[in-house]
């Protein structure tokens, strides 16, 4: 391998001394020189390799011209003259100097033919490849100059020569990543417009024209790479970016590469349809705007973040490979802005309102960034980019503490729901409703609820998150279990607002079935556990008691008979009780009808609980009273204990009048 | 650059905090002592926060050399923020014996949250601005590299060669380019569309770029073909966004709260309101001293009674900031900062000294070139070092506002009867 390079080195170098030396003193100034500078460059193995080079083409030190045929300079017969300082500053130095000089003079002559050049030097490899290689020598030539430190005005002459190399290379260079097509090896494979794209056709007939802008399409995978360049160009645009490194002038390349690759960018982004919010806007924003935006960003930052971006260092860290810290600057730099403006809207978003229906928006966002982070680590892993990483993360810290501060909103929500209205007939209370579905929707994203209750924004690490969203204990059920309670609080209060106790009772019961049925339906029944479930079914329970205490404790009071024979009541009592008895039952049977209970099952044992309190007695009542001669006389009944059963049956139905 | 500074983002507030304030922060929630005082104590925090405020301004205003240096805009941001940590203190603290939820209180709440929400956008243009200097700082280290690499001892230096002055004028132009690019339209107006087309542009400057090459390889002017390609960085705030609407915003209608206002508050109306005129005094100097979209001076506080200990300073700042705004060669500056000003004259300077320069340098003009070279060293060096920080403390007044903001905004939205 090293020999191999080796070989190289000296076919080059006698390459070079073939295309250069027109004389033989001057060429075996030319050798002296490299052989100077280069260990390896021995004369004896030059002189042995010119030799052989020599006898295969037939002719003697090949002049300028002749032995450099394969490579096609440029036709520019005006070279520019020597300065005049340069040469009399050289004057009467030791030999090594002139040949130095002479060297100068003839990178000069060739290196400014490239530089005069209209077209791009790399539209013809060779071309390419014959001044890079005069780029080389310069560059060794400078550096032996400045060891040297003998000759200033040489030295000087040849900084200027390589500083119109670099001039010229940072052109080059920018015109190769910008139009990698208009480079001779126009390697196949490079991620191109497919030339169907609108914008083509826009302006393009006036030759000012619009080039295809490649951009990136819409992808579902986010694993992808986009290649800007073909890894012709990235080949081509590597070894400028390593001249131009050599020659000191590694920030320029960055810095140019940089603004070549940020249009690239930009328009990137632009066309994932984002545009840029401000908080201002984005507090001033409706939340249907709002989700709209948000509905694309999430899209537009992963796409951004997963391909864009990671697509941006790839090609940096190839064109920029062994050019250490160029590459982490470039990057940058080329990526910065765009990585910013797409934080910022998480930030404004953050700040805004917290609105409890913002919650699953917020999460998606949260999630999204959170996702992201471990994998942003190879690609932000240079101190340039920490700042980048930084801003990630806290982006994704931001929006934690958003959602947690939305879900507590949820309870400032519930507390704040006024008791004016009550619910018709003691049914379910929209807010019962909708706390325990936004409780339910939120059970989704329990992990990451649970992770941001913790406070531990982000610390994914996969399994290190050692939170068990599935125990009674942790954050997120003890808050919701909080939630419940503040929930509970606000019903009883509502319970209030009716006038019938008994009414406030079935409201209760309602509501209370309601979030059973709620929590059993879902992952909230594994969060609040079995014994908050219990304790609200027998919550439930006492409600129904309390119900029928209120309600039939009365009638059925009324109802009582006390036992057959001995103190039985005289017949007119009877009959007096079961005047009264119509009277309650009329006036609950026609209340009470109207009400309602939602759930099939209590309203079945609400109606069985009554009946079997309620039967019983005036089943009893009614018969005592048959059985009775003197009650017997003129009894009107006006409900049959049938008509009662019916009756019963028919409560809580609702019925509107 | 890297942002492995040692600075922590907590740390600047040890460069110039009095032990005192950080004994303050320290106490946040204050002590239960303090809890449950009477008015009048609480009244006593009130008044030492608005002298700390004045004392912080005439901090500020003390050396009147690093008026708006980098330097001094970090320490401005410092008294930002530890204004804004001790107005939550006395906030809280208030807020822990009785609901800040209550007529006038909440009003006045409201309308600081307004202004403060108006303040992160300020904070992400400003953001943007720092960027920008950053990216003219790279072409200045081109340059300075370019002109100061020769020798360790100055006075055996040779003087700079072609080469040198070549390379750094073309940095310088580049620069200027972006200096230029930035304060005409305001920087950006217009970006989309000349982003859309870049293609066409770029061509063209390549074509340019031949002419250019030409005439540079004769000796003519080294100015750079290339900068018609180079491009500031695009804002993240929208075009028609104005940083100087943004300040009116912030200040306007800032009003002096009244006698029957502060009564009913327990004297808070005069901490939001210290706390209103500090967010737009700091805006305000933010926006006078880096570039940002649409600057303008033009925003003012209404008249602040005299009463308020930090009215005088305040007005001394304007004052100070305005005079310097108005000087001759800063009036169409992209930024008062005076490394932005360095920047401007020490590159002017190097571009006239080696304008149409014979090469070798003149023997009397190459110490012109090293001094302004120096200058140009410096500027970097403190640029380099400054950056950084600045815009970390810039980040951190957008969070400190938001954590704020949310906090109040919690206080405000519990219920009364809340346990």
């Given at each position: 391998m090293a020999e191999d390079g080796e070989e190289k080195l000296l076919a080059t170098v006698q390459h070079i001394v073939q295309t250069l030396g027109s004389s033989d003193t001057m060429t075996e100034d030319i050798l002296r020189v490299f052989s100077n500078y280069d260990g390896r460059l021995s004369l004896d193995k030059l002189y042995a390799a010119r030799a052989a080079a020599a006898s295969a083409a037939g002719g003697g030190g090949g002049g300028l011209g002749g032995g450099g045929g394969e490579h096609s300079m440029p036709e520019s017969p005006t070279l520019p003259p020597p300065p005049a300082a340069a040469v009399s500053a050289a004057a009467g130095r030791p030999p090594p100097v002139t040949s130095m000089e002479r060297t100068v003079r003839t990178l000069d002559r060739q290196i400014s033919q490239f530089v005069a050049m209209d077209g791009l030097i790399w539209a013809d490899s060779a071309d390419a490849d014959a001044f890079l290689e005069a780029v080389d020598d310069l560059i060794g030539t400078v550096q032996e100059l400045e060891a040297a430190g003998t000759n200033r005005g040489l030295f000087d002459r040849a900084e200027e020569l390589l500083s119109r190399c670099m001039a010229r290379l940072e052109e080059e260079f920018r015109a190769l990543i910008e139009r990698p097509d208009d480079a001779a090896p126009a390697a196949p494979g490079g991620f191109r417009s497919d030339g169907s794209d609108d914008e083509e056709d826009f302006g393009g007939g006036d030759g000012y024209g619009d080039e295809p802008i490649p951009i990136a399409k819409p992808v579902t995978d986010y694993d992808v790479v986009i290649d800007a360049l073909s890894p012709g160009s990235v080949a081509n645009v590597h070894q400028i970016a390593r001249r131009m490194v050599d020659a000191g002038f590694g920030r320029e390349c960055a810095e140019v590469y940089a603004a070549a690759r940020r249009g690239f960018v930009d328009e990137s982004v632009a066309r994932l349809g984002v545009r840029p919010r401000t908080a201002e806007e984005v507090h001033a924003s409706s939340w249907e705007e709002l989700e709209f935006d948000i509905a694309r960003w999430i899209p537009a930052f992963n796409m951004v973040f997963r391909i864009l971006i990671p697509s941006e260092r790839r090609l940096c860290d190839r064109v920029f490979d062994g050019l250490a810290p160029f590459g982490d600057l470039a990057f940058v730099a080329a990526v910065r802005t765009q990585a910013l403006q797409l934080i910022s809207f998480g930030d404004a978003i953050s700040s805004s309102s917290r609105a409890p229906e913002r919650l699953f928006r917020v999460v998606d966002m949260y999630e999204a960034v959170r996702d992201l982070l471990p994998d942003l680590d190879p690609v932000f892993a240079d101190p340039y980019s920490a700042a980048l990483r930084a801003e990630v993360t806290a982006v994704c810290n931001t929006l934690g503490s958003s959602i947690k501060g939305i879900f507590m909103e949820l309870e400032n929500l519930i507390r704040r729901d006024p008791a004016r209205v009550a619910a018709h007939g003691g049914g379910i209370h929209p807010i019962t409703r909708y706390v325990m579905n936004y409780l339910r929707a939120a059970c989704g994203s329990r992990q990451t609820l649970e992770e941001v209750m913790e406070g531990d924004f982000g610390a994914v690490g996969g399994a290190a998150a050692a939170v068990d969203p599935d125990r009674p204990t942790s954050s997120l059920a003890v808050h919701i279990a909080w939630i419940m309670d503040v929930l509970h609080k606000n019903l009883d209060i509502k319970s209030k607002i009716y006038r019938d106790p008994s009414l406030a009772c079935i409201f209760l019961m309602n509501n209370g079935k309601y979030i059973i049925l709620k929590v059993n339906d879902s992952e909230l029944g594994v969060l609040l556990g079995d014994e908050w479930i219990k304790q609200m079914t027998n919550r439930v329970r006492r409600w129904s008691m309390d119900y029928q205490r209120v309600t039939w404790g009365k009638v059925t009071t009324v109802l009582q008979t006390g036992g057959p024979g001995v103190g039985a009541l005289p017949a007119t009592a009877m009959k007096q009780k079961l005047r009264m008895f119509n009277t309650y039952f009329q006036e609950i049977y026609e209340v009470q009808s109207e009400w309602v209970i939602a759930d099939e099952q209590l309203r079945v044992d609400v109606r069985a609980a009554v009946a079997e309190a309620v039967m019983p007695v005036y089943t009893a009542l009614i018969s005592r009273l048959k059985s009775s001669p003197e009650a017997r006389h003129d009894l009107y009944i006006k409900y049959t204990p049938e008509d009662v059963e019916a009756c019963i049956q028919h409560l809580f139905e609702g019925a509107a009048k | 650059m890297p942002a492995t500074d040692s600075s922590s983002a907590a740390a600047p507030l040890s460069s110039f905090g009095r032990s005192f304030l950080s004994h303050r922060r320290d106490q946040i929630p204050p002590p239960p002592d303090h809890n449950h005082t009477n008015s009048s104590s609480s009244d006593l925090e009130i008044d030492a926060f608005q002298r700390h405020a004045a004392d912080l301004l005439l901090d500020l205003l003390s050396d009147s050399d690093s008026l708006l240096s980098l330097a001094w805009t970090r320490r401005l941001l410092d008294s930002f923020l530890i204004c804004i940590e001790e107005f939550r203190a006395i906030l809280f603290a208030f807020a822990d014996s009785q609901p800040l939820s209550r007529p006038t209180l909440d009003r006045l709440l409201l309308d600081f949250l307004d202004r403060a929400v108006k303040a992160l956008d300020l904070c992400n243009a400003l953001r943007d601005g720092l960027d920008l200097i950053r990216q003219w700082r790279k072409h200045l280290a081109i340059a300075a590299a370019a002109l100061s690499t020769s020798d360790p001892d100055p006075d055996h230096a040779a003087p700079r060669g072609e080469a040198q002055i070549r390379r750094a004028r073309k940095a310088l132009t580049d620069l200027t380019i972006l200096m230029l690019d930035d304060k005409d339209a305001g920087g950006v107006v217009g970006q989309r569309n000349r982003s859309f087309g870049r293609a066409g542009t770029t061509r063209d400057s390549v074509s340019h770029g031949h002419g250019h090459h030409r005439r540079s390889s004769s000796g003519g002017s080294s100015g750079s073909g290339s900068g018609s390609h180079l491009r500031s960085l695009s804002w993240s705030v929208s075009r028609t966004w104005s940083a100087s609407r943004q300040l009116q915003a912030i200040g306007g209608g800032l009003t002096v709260p009244r006698a029957n206002d502060i009564a009913a508050t327990g004297g808070l109306a005069s901490a939001i309101y210290t706390m209103g005129a500090m967010l737009f005094v700091v805006a305000w100097a933010l926006v006078a001293a880096i570039p940002c979209q649409?600057?303008?001076?033009q925003a003012h506080l209404t008249a602040v009674p005299r009463t308020f200990p930090w009215a005088g300073p305040v007005f001394t700042l304007f004052d100070r900031i305005l005079d310097e705004s108005k000087k001759k060669d800063r009036k169409h500056s992209c930024g008062l900062l005076k490394e932005i000003h360095q920047i401007e004259r020490c590159s002017r300077q190097l571009m006239e000294v080696t304008d149409a320069a014979e090469f070798p340098l003149a023997k009397e003009k190459d110490p012109e070139v090293q001094e302004a070279a120096q200058e140009l060293v410096q500027v970097c060096e403190s640029l380099k070092d400054g950056l950084d920080p600045l815009e970390r403390q810039v980040r951190e007044m957008f969070h400190r506002v938001v954590r704020t903001r949310t906090e109040i905004l919690d206080y405000l939205s519990r219920p009364h009867n809340a346990s």
């Open positions: - | 649409d600057r303008g001076l």
